[in-house]
Nanobody
Framework: VQLQASGGGLVQAGGSLRLSCAAS????????MGWFRQAPGKERQFVGA????????YYADFVKGRFTFSRDNTKNTVYLQMNSLNPEDTAVYYC????????????????WGQGTQVTVSS
């Protein structure tokens, strides 16, 4: 599976962005999908995940109520809607595919996108 993340950019605090992650291949629906982020000088951080069917989502505490995951298996795409952004959300955001491992741990993910930069100005 190849993943291509897009949608990042520069936004002012309080603004919104929608990230997309498009997958190649016919097995996209068999993967749980996760989002991670990494700020300069910091470790990669779990943002959240969405189940294969999209019926279950899990959010890290720091994004609850602000970020929303969704997916369209007919388009092989997963989305991350980010609202009420603040400067602390500035990072490179990565999507990743999980075949059944711990979805909160980056080690549980098999395939990774290249990342898309999100910058939030104050």
């Amino acid at each position: 599976v190849q993943l291509q993340a897009s949608g990042g950019g520069l936004v002012q605090a309080g603004g919104s962005l929608r990230l997309s992650c498009a997958a190649s291949g016919r097995t996209f629906f068999t993967y749980h999908m996760g989002w991670f982020r990494q700020a300069p000088g910091k470790e990669r951080q779990f943002v959240g995940a969405i189940s294969r069917s999209g019926s279950f989502t899990y959010y890290a505490d720091f994004v609850k109520g602000r970020f929303t995951f969704s997916r369209d298996n007919t388009k092989n795409t997963v989305y991350l809607q980010m609202n009420s952004l603040n400067p602390e959300d500035t990072a490179v955001y990565y999507c990743a595919a999980n075949q059944g491992g711990d979805y909160t741990d980056y080690k549980g993910y098999t395939y990774w996108g290249q990342g898309t930069q999100v910058t939030v100005s104050s």
